[in-house]
């Protein structure tokens, strides 16, 4: 079996909509706007893709990095490894990035049952990040925290009336920047 892994660059708030300057969010670009750049606090990044074995995106954040991430030095391994989309409504991949796409969070559970090596990381995808936590599919969170209230955006977490679920410090460190690394172990729910 292997884990899952959300990783997400979040405000105070909980708000990680267009962290890197996507157009159509009013705070867009908030992760670099005001925030000095200290390359200690992505260290993190760099390893996520090392361990990975492979990579699950929602339907959006996999239209976002599908023209861009191919012809990115830095994302080689990921470009390398094996690539879901979970979408109802995809018809067809982008041939620049071919992936796997999933149909439902009961392809997701299969995949992660069925698996094995490292991690299934998901980057950005919120609402899929959100539906993968209510089925209780994740293992592991990795987030930035920056310093910056944003109000109105889509949130990594849910509004669903469940029960808590656990979590248990593996790492955390706050950086000169005012950004937090913060990685919990989903240890289960209640």
Known sequence: MQQIVVTAFMSLDGVMEAPGGEPGYRNS????????????????????QAEAGALLLGR????????????????????????YVVSRTLEQVDARWPATILRSVDD??????????????????ATLGAALADAGLVDRYHLLVFPVLLGAGKRLFSEED????????????TYANGIQKLVYDVIGTE
Do not use: C, Q
């Open 29 to 48: 670009g908030w992760t670099f706007n005001g925030i000095d750049f200290d390359p200690a606090a992505y260290e993190i990044k760099g390893r996520e």
């Open 60 to 83: 959006k954040s996999y239209e976002a990095f599908a023209p861009v991430w191919p012809e990115m030095d830095e994302f080689a391994e990921y470009n390398a490894m094996p690539r």
């Open 108 to 125: 997701v559970r299969a995949l992660k049952e069925e698996g094995e090596g490292g991690p299934i990381i998901v980057h950005g995808s």
């Open 162 to 173: 469940k029960d808590a679920t656990r979590l248990r410090v593996r790492e955390s460190e």
